[in-house]
């Protein structure tokens, strides 16, 4: 298979960041559940599967922790931090 | 920015067929993320199952096995046999370890064979639309059980780990689940702890894995993992039940 | 040595290096001598907890490179269908020994021809074959064994050694010195591990149906491929026969001591043995019937076989059949009562066509 686009979260000032694979996710909402810093949401965008997608605030404190990258059964969350 | 987390390199680029919030994808994930961390892609050989773990061929860049319903061990004795060096592993499902493959499984445990059955319970025969499976819990409704599962007519849910430590063969067995970070966590352990337990010539060892099926629980994917704490783990406790000394 | 023995042996000698079985009687013998002998000579035997264990570790096995085998007898093969069709899916080698009891069911512990269908019709699902060969004394066992670890590597496909009780169990001369261990393929398909190669994998699921047929076709170009190269069959006083006997295994010794009579009485009757029951030697029976009108099968069995002789004739001729099923072992004055009765009776009536 190719690769697809990801679309990337906005590069953020704080310390950790997540990326969310728009195509791989399929809206479980796990990450959104387990974060404990309420940065990510279910967003009102489709993706081709046709599930709501993820979406990451960065504004909101992300520490990196991991808790999404865990609980994501699709591998869809790359998470960094500086 | 450095990355701290990123998708394992032995995931071949395919999505995963699972349902959202399904534990296979978890533990698909996590089986990569160990072999990867252990430096285990040359020697690992995956045997993968009738049920929803069936495609693992798609997903692992290891060498697969497709097994027979249930055959996995039995076909995961066989590989070893003739190639004790290699770190051999099956994967099954409730139906495929408890039901059907229940001989194979107690069997090759007893044999005291030099690999891994990762096993995931997660109560219900997901790939078929959910029909009762061994692990089902007593009252919990599924597509053959449609007023509950009841212990006269149906029996009572196996405990696997349980059943397994009474054999001598067995040498580490131990119970997990991968409904909330920190069981994630503890779940990559253990199955770090068989591999290399496996590398070290140690014998059979056996990860049970408590998993989330929303689907055919029919329930939200947050709910499917508060119920295996709140209800499932009374009936499967997590822990260690064998580790012989190596 | 005893049929059974002899089979280990020349399973050993083949380069058999994993064995798998289960205990079920006319058979132990075999699993016993693998027991002993495997480790031996640096092999692996394991008694399995079922038959059913014993065809997935050969499946196995057969995955990770190595020549494996299994025996059994009716009640086991059954369960071994499923294996063997999964076997055949994934084009992997295998030998599977059959001495036959009778059946159905749990039936009877003497020798028996019938498990014909089920070895030649191929006994699991879908559209598969598996090689069956049908030896007709110990010293042919062993002349077979190694023929049937080299073909199931040549083609990547289950080979089913068709014996039976009595082979199993008689004690004939047996000669090793001419069997050759057939050499080893190479073998880049197997799992051995992804080290310096790209991960490979072996499974037979198929969603796509178009796919799944073109699967499907791959495999039916194999077997015609055998079915142009592997037929294996023996005639015995053909040439000037006015009525062939079609016989094999156990049932061909039998009708060999009928025949013996018969010719001393002047009664042309000559013998075919498939010694492939399949690939079934169609052609070579097809020719038979230009100069024979009168086709004789006899079968351990109520009647299997004989279908396929009707098959190759497509309605020249004339078929006759005895069979006696259950593990009943008639003899030879037997055959020749009864082959002599249809031989009066194929000469009295004149005015048939002939050939």
Redesign the interface.
């Given at each position: 298979m190719g690769s697809r686009p990801k679309r990337r979260a906005r590069d953020a000032s704080v310390n950790g960041s997540i990326q969310i694979d728009r195509e791989r996710c399929k809206g479980c909402a796990l990450c959104i559940d387990f974060c404990p810093e309420d940065c990510i949401s279910l967003s009102d965008e489709l993706n081709l599967k046709g599930y709501f997608v993820a979406a990451f605030d960065d504004s909101k404190g992300c520490t990196a922790c991991r808790n999404c990258a865990l609980m994501c059964p699709d591998v869809a969350i790359e998470v960094s931090k500086s | 920015m450095k990355t701290v987390y990123a998708r394992p390199k032995l995931l071949k680029e395919a999505d995963f067929h699972y349902c959202p919030g399904c534990g296979h994808g978890i533990i698909t994930r996590l089986l990569m993320e160990v072999i990867e961390e252990m430096d285990l892609?040359?020697?690992?050989?995956c045997?993968?199952p009738a049920g929803c773990g069936?495609?693992l061929?798609n997903y692992?860049?290891?060498?697969?096995?497709?097994?027979?319903h249930g055959?996995g061990a039995?076909?995961?004795?066989?590989?070893?046999?003739?190639?004790p060096q290699?770190?051999v592993f099956s994967y099954q499902g409730d139906g495929d370890l408890a039901a059907i493959g229940t001989?194979?499984g107690?069997?090759a445990a007893n044999?005291g064979e030099n690999i891994t059955v990762i096993f995931v319970n997660n109560g219900v025969y997901g790939m078929t639309g959910g029909q009762m499976a061994p692990t089902t819990l007593l009252d919990q409704v599924t597509t053959t059980t449609p007023t509950g599962r009841d212990a006269g007519l149906a029996g009572h849910p196996v405990r696997i780990c349980e059943v397994f430590a009474q054999l001598d063969g067995t040498s580490y067995l131990e119970r997990v689940a991968v409904n909330k970070p920190a069981a994630v966590v503890k779940a990559k352990k253990a199955i770090k702890k068989a591999f290399q337990r496996q590398v070290d010539g140690a014998g059979f060892s056996l990860v049970e894995i408590l998993s989330p099926c929303p689907v055919n629980w029919k329930m939200g994917t947050l709910e499917a993992c508060t119920w295996i704490d709140e209800v499932m783990v009374k009936q499967f406790p997590l822990g260690v039940f064998k580790e012989a000394p190596c | 040595m005893s049929g059974n023995a002899a089979l280990g042996e020349a399973a050993v000698l083949s380069g058999c290096?994993?064995y798998?079985g289960y205990p079920i009687t006319p058979q132990n013998e075999i699993t016993e001598y693998m027991a002993r002998r495997m480790p031996g000579v640096g092999g692996?035997f394991?008694q399995?907890?079922?038959e059913?264990?014993?065809i997935?570790?050969?499946?196995?096995?057969?995955?990770?490179?190595?020549r494996?085998m299994t025996s059994s007898s009716g009640p086991g093969m059954s369960l071994k269908q499923?294996?063997i069709s999964?076997l055949v899916a994934?084009e992997l080698p295998a030998v599977i020994v059959n001495m036959v009891r009778g059946g159905p069911g749990m039936g009877s512990i003497a020798g028996a021809q019938s498990d014909y269908f089920q070895a030649t019709r191929g006994g699991g699902h879908g559209d598969y074959r598996t090689i069956v060969l049908a030896p007709a004394s110990v010293q042919e066992l062993t002349e077979i064994v190694p023929l049937a670890f080299d073909l199931a590597d040549k083609y990547r496909n289950p080979v089913i050694i068709l014996g039976d009780g009595i082979l199993g169990q008689m004690m004939e001369p047996v000669d090793f010195d001419g069997l050759v261990r057939p050499s080893d393929y190479d073998k880049p398909w197997a799992?051995?591990?992804?080290?310096?190669r790209?991960?490979?994998?072996?499974?037979?699921?198929i969603f796509d149906v178009k796919l799944q047929e073109e699967k499907n076709w791959k495999l039916q170009r194999k077997f015609r491929l055998i079915e142009q190269n592997e037929v294996r069959f023996e005639t015995h006083l053909v040439d000037d026969a006015e009525m062939v006997v079609v016989a094999y295994g156990i049932g061909a010794r039998i009708a060999k001591g009928a025949i013996k009579r018969l010719r001393e009485e002047g009664k042309k009757v000559g013998m075919i043995r498939p010694i492939t029951l399949w690939p079934f030697p169609m052609q070579a029976i097809r020719e038979l019937a230009n100069t024979v009108n009168d086709f004789f099968v006899f079968e351990m069995s109520a009647g299997q076989m004989v279908e396929d002789v009707r098959l190759a004739l497509e309605g020249r001729g004339h078929v006759h059949f005895y069979g006696r099923p259950g593990g009943v072992v008639p003899m030879p004055v037997e055959l020749y009562r009864i082959i002599s009765r249809h031989y009066f009776q194929a000469h009295a009536d004149d005015d048939r066509p002939r050939a």
């Amino acid at each position: 298979m190719g690769s697809r686009p990801k679309r990337r979260a906005r590069d953020a000032s704080v310390n950790g960041s997540i990326q969310i694979d728009r195509e791989r996710c399929k809206g479980c909402a796990l990450c959104i559940d387990f974060c404990p810093e309420d940065c990510i949401s279910l967003s009102d965008e489709l993706n081709l599967k046709g599930y709501f997608v993820a979406a990451f605030d960065d504004s909101k404190g992300c520490t990196a922790c991991r808790n999404c990258a865990l609980m994501c059964p699709d591998v869809a969350i790359e998470v960094s931090k500086s | 920015m450095k990355t701290v987390y990123a998708r394992p390199k032995l995931l071949k680029e395919a999505d995963f067929h699972y349902c959202p919030g399904c534990g296979h994808g978890i533990i698909t994930r996590l089986l990569m993320e160990v072999i990867e961390e252990m430096d285990l892609q040359g020697e690992a050989i995956c045997v993968a199952p009738a049920g929803c773990g069936m495609l693992l061929y798609n997903y692992f860049e290891i060498d697969v096995l497709e097994s027979a319903h249930g055959r996995g061990a039995a076909v995961a004795t066989g590989i070893k046999r003739v190639r004790p060096q290699n770190l051999v592993f099956s994967y099954q499902g409730d139906g495929d370890l408890a039901a059907i493959g229940t001989a194979e499984g107690f069997h090759a445990a007893n044999r005291g064979e030099n690999i891994t059955v990762i096993f995931v319970n997660n109560g219900v025969y997901g790939m078929t639309g959910g029909q009762m499976a061994p692990t089902t819990l007593l009252d919990q409704v599924t597509t053959t059980t449609p007023t509950g599962r009841d212990a006269g007519l149906a029996g009572h849910p196996v405990r696997i780990c349980e059943v397994f430590a009474q054999l001598d063969g067995t040498s580490y067995l131990e119970r997990v689940a991968v409904n909330k970070p920190a069981a994630v966590v503890k779940a990559k352990k253990a199955i770090k702890k068989a591999f290399q337990r496996q590398v070290d010539g140690a014998g059979f060892s056996l990860v049970e894995i408590l998993s989330p099926c929303p689907v055919n629980w029919k329930m939200g994917t947050l709910e499917a993992c508060t119920w295996i704490d709140e209800v499932m783990v009374k009936q499967f406790p997590l822990g260690v039940f064998k580790e012989a000394p190596c | 040595m005893s049929g059974n023995a002899a089979l280990g042996e020349a399973a050993v000698l083949s380069g058999c290096t994993h064995y798998f079985g289960y205990p079920i009687t006319p058979q132990n013998e075999i699993t016993e001598y693998m027991a002993r002998r495997m480790p031996g000579v640096g092999g692996v035997f394991i008694q399995s907890e079922s038959e059913i264990a014993a065809i997935n570790m050969v499946l196995g096995a057969a995955a990770a490179g190595a020549r494996s085998m299994t025996s059994s007898s009716g009640p086991g093969m059954s369960l071994k269908q499923e294996g063997i069709s999964y076997l055949v899916a994934d084009e992997l080698p295998a030998v599977i020994v059959n001495m036959v009891r009778g059946g159905p069911g749990m039936g009877s512990i003497a020798g028996a021809q019938s498990d014909y269908f089920q070895a030649t019709r191929g006994g699991g699902h879908g559209d598969y074959r598996t090689i069956v060969l049908a030896p007709a004394s110990v010293q042919e066992l062993t002349e077979i064994v190694p023929l049937a670890f080299d073909l199931a590597d040549k083609y990547r496909n289950p080979v089913i050694i068709l014996g039976d009780g009595i082979l199993g169990q008689m004690m004939e001369p047996v000669d090793f010195d001419g069997l050759v261990r057939p050499s080893d393929y190479d073998k880049p398909w197997a799992l051995t591990g992804a080290k310096d190669r790209p991960a490979q994998s072996i499974y037979s699921l198929i969603f796509d149906v178009k796919l799944q047929e073109e699967k499907n076709w791959k495999l039916q170009r194999k077997f015609r491929l055998i079915e142009q190269n592997e037929v294996r069959f023996e005639t015995h006083l053909v040439d000037d026969a006015e009525m062939v006997v079609v016989a094999y295994g156990i049932g061909a010794r039998i009708a060999k001591g009928a025949i013996k009579r018969l010719r001393e009485e002047g009664k042309k009757v000559g013998m075919i043995r498939p010694i492939t029951l399949w690939p079934f030697p169609m052609q070579a029976i097809r020719e038979l019937a230009n100069t024979v009108n009168d086709f004789f099968v006899f079968e351990m069995s109520a009647g299997q076989m004989v279908e396929d002789v009707r098959l190759a004739l497509e309605g020249r001729g004339h078929v006759h059949f005895y069979g006696r099923p259950g593990g009943v072992v008639p003899m030879p004055v037997e055959l020749y009562r009864i082959i002599s009765r249809h031989y009066f009776q194929a000469h009295a009536d004149d005015d048939r066509p002939r050939a």
